[in-house]
């Protein structure tokens, strides 16, 4: 498998006074695959959509690297260079109505990007562009005339998708894209991205706050815990065997549609809230929570390791 993004050991810290300073992302490092749906999981407050937005650039890193096609997309660019990143990462929001401006018509912001990165060669060539991506998304050349507010959540998303396709992005981060929407209009946006994804040999970072909702579109997760990453396997290997406590909490959370199973398992409550990350715990960052937390995980923080063939974790169970 091809690497399309490696992140190394990156962070994002956001200084909040002079004595404190939130670690929203604290050190994580895993890759994305060409072509893969990486599903990022956790609760909200743990980090991810900062993670999302600091691979894609929005958010410079306080450390760390992002390689996109092996090129440090952190590393000083010139305004050229940044543009063309700025083209081929493209963002899908949770709150498609707060991320369309309603002042626009549907096919100007569609065009948006067309327009920055001049993609069209004609005007005629602009709204053909536009009208082909309401295609696509399912909709029509009439939907181009509108305002976003004639629209409802599910046809926002989709917007909101077409926009983000039209400058031809290799990867894509969604941020939340169905959370917001009716479970009926959910698995529509999901089909589309996957259909899109194979048209379009397109990479995704999606992310979510729970399992359930990435298990059928995910190639990949990762589970992140108060800016850590603490498990990345394939879905297969993790929803089969989660090796982290925190992942098997989240995990037993997770209906199964055999009612017989459902009856009989066992689940885990995780006791407490989040810890603040502004102060996290020492050692191990889930040790306040942890049904197995040990001695060793109030003082050393687990080594982040993979424990078997694509299968990382970050927990002192599994050091020998
Ligand atoms: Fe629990 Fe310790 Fe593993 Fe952390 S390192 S998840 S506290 S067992
Ligand atoms: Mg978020």
Known sequence: K???LEIKDLKKHFKLSRKQTLKAVDGISFDIYKGETFGLVGESGCG???AGRTIMRLYEATEGEVDFNGD???AKKSAKELKSFNRNMQMIFQDPYASLNPRMTVKDIIAEGIDIHGLASSKDDRLNKVHALLEIVGLNKEHGNRYPHEFSGGQRQRIGI???LAVSPQFIVADEPISALDVSI???VVNIMKRLQKERELTYLFIAHDLSMVKHISDRVGVMYLGKMAEVATSDDLYAEPLHPYTQALLSAVPISDPEVERTRE?????GDVPSPVSPPSG???RTRCPHAMDICANVSPEWKEHKKDHWVACHLYNE
Request: proline share 0%; charged share 30%; glycine share 0%.
């Open 2 to 4: 091809e690497k399309l």
């Open 48 to 50: 991810k959509s900062t």
């Open 72 to 74: 440090n997309v952190h």
């Open 162 to 164: 077409a926009r983000a």
């Open 186 to 188: 959910q698995a529509q």
């Open 267 to 271: 689940r885990i409550i995780i006791e």
């Open 284 to 286: 191990c960052r889930f």
